[in-house]
C-alpha cells in the first residue's frame, strides 16, 4: 500500500468522524426531542454524552432515520 493511499484512507475517516461529530452535537443537543420526548426532557449531560460515540459512528443511519420518517416518533421508557 502507498502513503499516498494510506493517507487517502485516513482523509477520509477523518471527515466521517468529524461529520459525525457535528451530526452527533446536533442530534444531542437539538433533535434528542425529535426521537423520544421523554429523553429530551428528562436526559442529563452524561448520557447525552454516553451516546455520542454512537452517534458519531452511525451518523448516516442517524439522518436516515430523522430525515426519510419525519412524523414516526420512537417512544422509549415510561412516563
Known sequence: MST???SA???GAGVYALI???VG???ITVL???VSK???TAAPLQFRLLILPGLIGLWPLVLIVLF???SARVE???S
Open 9 to 11: 484512507i485516513w482523509a
Open 76 to 78: 422509549g421508557g415510561s
Open 25 to 27: 452535537l446536533v442530534m
Open 20 to 22: 459525525g461529530f457535528v
Open 32 to 34: 434528542l426531542k425529535r
Open 38 to 40: 421523554g429523553a429530551a
Open 4 to 6: 499516498e493511499l494510506a
Open 68 to 70: 426519510t420518517r419525519p
